[in-house]
């Protein structure tokens, strides 16, 4: 596949990743907020950490690295021993469903059953439902892999819509149930998730456009495991890169949730605490779930399949080096863009979007605070994400295994400062290590890749400098944002917020129009590659 065609279709994976995620999340951003005003937050912090980390761990251990090693090189590959590889996440993911299952009923605080009913219900629920994920495993890594555009973001919008249909109507008609309502609601998420691809692929395989493409599997029964006559169960090349990439990934969680870790293991906050504090993240988040990670993801795929793995700049076809280093500036430029501007205007409108969503609940006490610091730590999250990408799509082995050894000194030191912070400042003090945490990654990842192009004409990490003229209309729109906060926001009534929010929208008006004008290059990328295909449907 050439490479232009490879960018064109992650990029184009990337939009529609972004487009349909933010218009399926609209939905439940709004069932969600009208579910805040019928629950505890003491029910919240047990649903949305205790049970979201049990399932997010076991998912994230058993899977991520079979991911990272599948995805990695071309799709002209062996696929029945790729896909017996993948079926391993299964075992794996019933070993640590049990496990961390008996952990969280036996060694963990038990929330207060007139407070939070149904614990032990909600366990179990939660780790099977993380099994039942691992089920469709095969079926997404061969579709990312092939680059199906619409398959994922359909598969996961229509599931997550369907979680919190069913989560709304159950807390309005039976808000006795408790953690019932979340077991049910995360059951059918997972079971709607995976029927998805399933029938996708029975729809798919055999079809002519299969045949037209010459997909690699060309029956459902070649998605199970099959022994291959004469030849070894699984590509043992892709076993030993995902054995480097799992020790990668056992750290890379404590620091993706390092947060969690501390609030479940060292019950430093209250659950009614780690409830706001989790609705808060959320909405800090919303970007990086929206943006950034389908851009990661994507963009992953993208440069692991452009750029061989393992080999130095002067090895690489020199075109293929030359688009890598301009789409990794521009991507650079774009999320550092991005990531400015939530900043910026964050830090003005954080009590009022918090008031607005949640009422006086989260606007009230830390709340404004930790979604300001959280629009800084986005900055940090938009950078870390593409830089991580073009990292670990070419580190070879052996650079990945000595990774793990920074990862796991960083892990270290993330839980004692997020343990100290928070004793010192509460919950902030999580967002302020997160920040730490992404900036150590930041410069590690950094620093590879200028060691990576030094040796070229190539400079990638330019794009890191945004021009100057915009960034001294970032600085007034702060202040100006900020003097309307103090003046207008948010106890003077209507009238006083609609006043606050002309002013933001008149100053982000201008930071855009800055942007058109200076960033240039920028624009006509996003234009010819994330843009052109709605274009061209509109004209």
Known sequence: MASQEVLSQTTRLASSSALLQVLFRVVTFGLNAFTLRYLSRELIGVVNVRLTLLYSTVVFLAREAFRRACLSGTTKRNWTKTINLLWLTVPLGVFWSIFLGLVWLHLLEVPDPSVVPHYQ?????????????????????????????RLKVIAESLSVVSKCILTVILVVLYPQWGLYIFSLAQLLYVSV????????????????EATKKSFPVAR???????????????????????????????????LT???????????????????VYDIVNNLGSLVARFIFLPIEESFYVFFAKVLERGKNVKDQKQDDIAMAANVLELLLKLVLLIGL?????????????????GGSMLSAGTGPDLLRCYSLYVLFLAINGVTECFTFALMCKEEVDRYNFVMLALSFT??????????????????????????IRIAHSIHYIYDYFKESTYRPL?????????????????????FSEVFFCCDKGWMARLMHISMGALCFAATIITMFCTETKLIHFVRSQFLSRYMKKGT
């Open 257 to 275: 949730e390092g947060e969690r870790y501390v609030m479940t293991f060292l019950n430093v906050l209250n659950f009614g605490d780690q409830g």
């Open 341 to 357: 501007t939530i900043t910026v205007f964050g830090y003005a409108y954080s009590q009022l979007a918090l008031d607005i969503y």
């Open 462 to 482: 330019t794009g890191l400098l945004p021009s100057p003229f915009l960034l001294l209309v970032y600085i007034v729109s702060g202040v100006i944002t900020g």
């Open 414 to 439: 993330f839980l004692c400062i997020s343990y100290f912070l928070t004793h010192w400042h509460g919950s902030i003090g999580f967002i302020l290590a997160n920040c730490f945490n992404m900036g």
């Open 193 to 208: 998730l995976v029927m998805c691809y399933v029938i996708y692929f029975v729809m798919f395989l055999g079809s002519p």
């Open 220 to 254: 459902m029964t070649a998605l199970l495991p099959n022994l291959v006559e004469d030849e070894t169960f699984v590509n043992w090349k892709e076993a030993r890169l995902t054995w480097s990439f799992f020790k990668q990934s056992f750290l890379k969680q404590i």
């Open 121 to 149: 219900a909600g366990v179990v629920a939660f780790g099977l439902s993380a099994i039942i994920e691992l089920l469709g495993e095969p079926f997404w890594v061969l579709a990312q892999a092939h680059l199906f555009v």
